[in-house]
T-cell receptor
């Protein structure tokens, strides 16, 4: 398996634009996590899914953020409208429900100017 | 509310010496703990874990210690090598939820 695949690796956008980050989890994994890495908060959990269903989105910072998982092999994190303070590295991770170890993608570095 | 805390943002250690990274947690429901290692421009990778029924787990040069009464765990690396230079994240999970909560990370630098 190629591991967790995220796209794009880098995204530069202007303030106010819509941004969509994509994630393909490891085949067979049924839990998916979206994290944001910042200096102040480290790896901050935004939302996680179990069997494609959002279980806890309490970490989503504002209504500007939304996430979907239409099927077991694809998830998106959308920011609309984007703001400069959203600039960070966003990671997607997946794992088997009965395991504790999660596998991470390489991340998307988002810059909002 | 930061449920998992790593109070030392950075640590510098000489090659061959022991590196000790610390982590504290507040939620007594956590029953499984993990350490991840992260190199620049890469995603975090799993390093070692420990269940709350144990107080120590060892894997080669890496040992994790858990003190449940103090809600504290630590990662020991001995001997430290330059290739260990990375950011180390502590994470915690509870069996009754799927949440995996990470700390703020500690940047370890191992110098020759």
């Amino acid at each position: 398996d190629a591991g967790v695949i995220q796209s794009p690796r880098h995204e530069v956008t202007e303030m106010g634009q819509e941004v969509t980050l994509r994630c393909k989890p490891i085949s067979g994994h049924n839990s998916l996590f979206w994290y944001r890495q910042t200096m102040m908060r480290g790896l901050e959990l935004l939302i996680y899914f179990n069997n494609n269903v959002p279980i806890d989105d309490s970490g989503m910072p504002e209504d500007r953020f939304s996430a979907k998982m239409p099927n077991a092999s694809f998830s998106t994190l959308k920011i609309q409208p984007s703001e400069p303070r959203d600039s960070a590295v966003y990671f997607c991770a997946s794992r088997l429900e009965q395991d504790f170890e999660a596998f991470f993608g390489q991340g998307t570095r988002l810059t909002v100017v | 509310d930061q449920q998992v805390k790593q109070n030392s943002p950075s640590l510098s250690v000489q090659e061959g010496r022991i590196s000790i990274l610390n982590c504290d947690y507040t939620n007594s429901m956590f029953d499984y703990f993990l350490w991840y290692k992260k190199y620049p421009a890469e995603g975090p990778t799993f390093l070692i874990s420990i269940s709350s029924i144990k107080d120590k787990n060892e894997d080669g040069r890496f040992t994790v210690f858990l003190n449940k009464s103090a809600k504290h765990l630590s990662l020991h690396i001995v001997p430290s090598q330059p290739g260990d230079s990375a950011v180390y994240f502590c994470a915690a999970s509870a069996r009754n939820t799927d949440k995996l909560i990470f700390g703020t990370g500690t940047r370890l630098q191992v110098f020759p």
